[in-house]
């Protein structure tokens, strides 16, 4: 995996990172796969839309079906259709979230399945294994995703727990894989800078910065997208996991993070929210009955391009299939196109003006 | 509207429809897109498996989003963005099986909406306004149809209103709109013959048998739909109302009916169950669970190019969209390759030895 930093328009960036299964052009937004399938969505759909590269969620696969069973299909790429890159989470965050019952320990975390109630084990050994068997293009290392609130002596423990799991994970990387490490160290930014350089010490092909959007206030957040991201290795790309509203993804791009993944886009799609150039609608609302016009006059998306307002309401509220997969189209797309335009301001020196434009209708 | 007989095969028909937006080859399979979508899938995929024809239900788009809606947003090809041929019904068949309460008068049915249980009423004139607002290809007559089982004299009468109703449904026939008659009679011949009789007085451009598959025994089906079917005027297509079942289907090409509508594959489809050359499946079956073969291994379509049955049984326990679109577009591919190999047997003079053929498997 190569990773360049092709233009910086003050701590923004516009880099490119090249892996054996194609590039991804940063600042990028990644969809979720959960289960091996964005909801809704073909993975033809996902490359119409410009999709470059996908996540799956490590927990649910490793749940069902086994990702001894993904890797007899021939691997995650085989087994969902998609010859792109894919990223595949831990399953930490998903622990930590998700299971109805866990235990952290020393050598990794017992869980109850959120599917059958059955208990399992995963500590750093595990993960590698798991995501190796997956055969992802980026690995992330095992992490213990610290709660908010949390006392400054759990968070260190915590991140201390995290950093050791790392040191373990990339003890066992697969030849082939690229592994992300994860900073931790809560809202505490001695932790997080102690978090930077442990990581960094162990070396990895790319730095994410995890434990935040865990309930914390956004001013909070912000603060540490804005203290994290300058400390991490500018010649690596640098993760913001799980943040995907627009207004922090602006203010994370501006602080220097590249890659972004965020289920946002997809549920408010299933949920009848969808973005538009002129801020969020709900497509159930009256008004749109007989409303001959696109969701977007400014969008150039399949859904746009082919139905009305009026005729999406009516298949959201007949709860069809389609509505969700025409939505889900058309957020998507909204996301990827958002982000190729805040690519290219970065490229032609503009991105202050580009995000001033759009924190006023996404603050 | 025209039609023509290509080629006879005993009673066995192959026949060109050709309308305004483009030729229908029968014997034809008609998917049934409800509110204006066929479930689960795009226009698009419908024509890519060759889909020439679509059915949506009056009874639906009158309660929601309303016909007058439908209009308003440019007619129901705009609508639900299918450009190639349209039959709605009349009404009748889903006031008498989906409706809560419906009162039958001799001028038309009231009903309560299966929605929010509102009152409505259909009559001959309502029923054509309706289908001359959402601008269909093909309408259907209103038809009172008889419920089973039903004495001679009751299905004489009901038969009498479906006449009357008929001849009020032909004299307000838009122009560019065909119009097709709808034969009742219940299980009984005599009335049988005597609606198709009145019916060919009156003068349609297609004539379907309806009031059939509605509870009675599959012999007695099997005796109208061999009795029906030779005294519908050769030389307009004859449509063959609600079945979709394989075995009958094959029995009704048999007797000389050209059209089919069924939301039996799509359905299915969405519950797991597949068609294949071989018989039904069951994606959920443990025996697929790491299965790295297609569907079936002698269908083309695009489910079975791209994914294994491992994967599909993954997505199928997973609940995602996206096993509902696969396993759409596999049961629907599967019934269009079905008729036009049909078709083709029947210009190839083997449709018996196709019968036997497929009996064997779809009895």
Redesign the interface.
């Known amino acids: 995996m190569k990773f360049d930093v092709i233009k910086k328009d003050s701590n923004a960036r516009a880099g490119l990172l090249e892996t054996n299964r194609g590039a991804i052009h940063t600042p990028a937004f990644m969809p979720v796969g959960t289960?091996?399938?964005v909801?809704?969505?073909?993975p033809d759909e996902l490359k119409e839309i410009g999709a470059e590269i996908v996540l799956c969620n490590t927990y649910h696969l490793y749940l069902?079906?086994g990702h001894e069973?993904v890797e007899?299909?021939?691997g995650i790429h085989k087994?969902?259709?998609w010859d792109r890159p894919i990223l595949t989470d831990s399953g930490g965050f998903q622990v930590f979230s998700l299971s109805a019952l866990r235990k952290i320990e020393e050598d990794g975390v017992h869980f109850k399945s959120h599917l059958d109630g059955s208990m399992h084990f995963i500590g750093p050994k595990e993960a590698m294994e798991i995501q190796s068997s997956l055969g992802s293009d980026i690995a992330m290392v095992l992490d213990d995703c610290t709660p908010y609130p949390s006392s400054y002596e759990y968070a260190m423990n915590s991140l201390f727990r995290t950093i050791k799991w790392a040191e373990q994970c990339k003890a066992l990387q697969r030849e082939g894989q690229a592994l992300f490490g994860i900073v931790q160290g809560s809202l505490y930014e001695a932790l997080r800078k102690k978090s930077i350089e442990e990581l960094v010490d162990i070396g990895f092909d790319g730095y994410a910065a995890g434990g935040l959007s865990v309930g914390e206030p956004k001013e909070e957040m912000h603060r540490l997208i804005y203290f994290t991201a300058p400390l991490l290795p500018s010649e690596k790309p640098r993760y913001l996991m799980g943040i995907g509203e627009l207004g922090d993804v602006l203010k994370a791009v501006e602080a220097g993070f590249d890659m972004f993944d965020c289920v946002m886009p997809s549920r408010n799609a299933r949920n009848g929210t969808l973005f538009t150039s002129r801020g969020k609608i709900s497509i159930k609302r009256e008004e749109f009955?007989?409303d001959?016009g696109p969701l977007d006059p400014d969008c150039d998306c399949y859904t746009c391009r082919?139905?009305?307002r009026?005729?999406l309401?009516?298949?959201f509220?007949?709860k069809?299939?389609?509505s969700?997969?025409l939505n889900t189209i058309h957020n998507l797309f909204f996301y990827l196109n958002f982000f190729r335009n805040m690519r290219k301001s970065i490229l032609e020196s503009r991105f202050s003006e580009f995000k001033t434009q759009w924190q006023a209708i996404y603050s």
Chains 1, 2 share one sequence.
């Open positions: 289960v091996g399938t909801k809704a969505m073909s069902r079906p069973i007899s299909l021939g087994f969902m259709n009955k007989s001959r082919n139905y009305s009026g005729y309401r009516h298949i509220l007949s069809e299939i389609l969700m997969r």
